[in-house]
Structure formats: structure tokens, C-alpha cells
């Protein structure tokens, strides 16, 4: 039987540094045959996950507190299962993005500035029940779709990292 899985709540274990509230998130990607392609062609499309925000129209990657008793990746991790209800293995780091939460502001920030630490998470599974399900749909799109839905302009900027980072994997032949 597999137990339910639940999201955190709460900001007791929530990391901070220098006033700004550390958030771990992901871009999660999967690759999908292209239709224009017999079974000859090996071009595959990029898709990347993307869902609704809980506070307005627009679309986010999954990503939230990084918590006390784990890594940053095993956050970033947790908030895609909890999220996006997608699991896969964590590819790359895509950098830091710094801004400012207009609806998460606390004692350890008091501006609401967030510092997240995004990656590249690779799907290898949609989950057909997961913690915030009731309150998000997800959306696969491809990257150019994905540039023109973003709600927030640090998560473009992410993309377009995570883009740039496609491009050299591929040059290398890290992806398949």
C-alpha cells in the first residue's frame, strides 16, 4: 500500500540567509517524439511542465521553501512531487534567481526577498494523485510556448538558462 503523500506546511523550518528566504524549484522536462517524423527520425521536442498559480492567472515551475532538515536538490525534489506530481532524476544546476514575494513576507524577510536555487529535473513519472492536485493543473508546452506563459520574469530567465543548457548537452551528447 503506498502511503499518501502530503505537502509541508508552515515556516518553522524554513532556511533563510542574509534576509532573503532560500526557495528550491525546478524546470521538469521530458522529450516528445516529433509528429512531423517517421520512425527514422530521431528529432524529439522538448517539453517542459509548467502549472497554475494558487494567487493569479500565469504559469510557474514547481518550486518553494527550502527546509532545515534537507539538501537543496532534495527540496527542489519534494516541491515537484508536491507541486507538479512528477518524479525524475535531477539533472543540472541553472542558477540562482533573486526576487521578491509580494504575498510571503515575514519576520526573517520582511521585503519578501526569496533567493531560489533552480535545476533541471528530467520526468520519468506523472503521478495520478499528489499533494496539491486540487489546487494546480499542469500544462506541457514547449519551451517557446512555456517563454510566453511565464508569470514571473526570473522563471523566463531560468528557462532560457535551462534552453542554453539543452543546447550544450546535446552539443555534448550528455542527453538521449
Known amino acids: 500500500m503506498m502511503a499518501k503523500l502530503v505537502a509541508r506546511t508552515g515556516r518553522q523550518q524554513q532556511r533563510y540567509e ?3 528566504r532560500l ?3 525546478c524546470v521538469p522536462f521530458r522529450y516528445k ?3 512531423d517524423c517517421a520512425d527514422s527520425c530521431s528529432e524529439k521536442i522538448v517539453e517542459v511542465l509548467m502549472i497554475s498559480s494558487t494567487s493569479g492567472p500565469g504559469l510557474l515551475f514547481p518550486k518553494g521553501g527550502w527546509e532545515n532538515d534537507e539538501t537543496v536538490e532534495e527540496a527542489a525534489v ?3 512531487i508536491e507541486e507538479a ?6 539533472m543540472d544546476f541553472l542558477g540562482y534567481y533573486e526576487f521578491k514575494s509580494k504575498t510571503l513576507q515575514d519576520d526573517c524577510s ?3 526577498l526569496c533567493k531560489a536555487a533552480m535545476y533541471a ?3 520519468k513519472e506523472e503521478l495520478e494523485s499528489w499533494p496539491e492536485k486540487s489546487t494546480r493543473n499542469r500544462s506541457w508546452l514547449t519551451v517557446s510556448e512555456a517563454l510566453g506563459s511565464c508569470r514571473h520574469a526570473w522563471m523566463r530567465e531560468a528557462l532560457q538558462r535551462f534552453s542554453k543548457w539543452l543546447e550544450e548537452c546535446k ?3 550528455r542527453l538521449n
Do not use: K
Open 110 to 112: 520582511p521585503e519578501g
Open 23 to 25: 526557495i528550491a524549484g
Open 171 to 173: 552539443g555534448g551528447s
Open 85 to 90: 506530481g512528477v518524479r525524475g532524476d535531477l
Open 78 to 80: 519534494r516541491e515537484a
Open 33 to 35: 517524439d516529433s509528429d
Open 121 to 123: 529535473l528530467f520526468v
Open 18 to 20: 542574509h534576509g532573503y
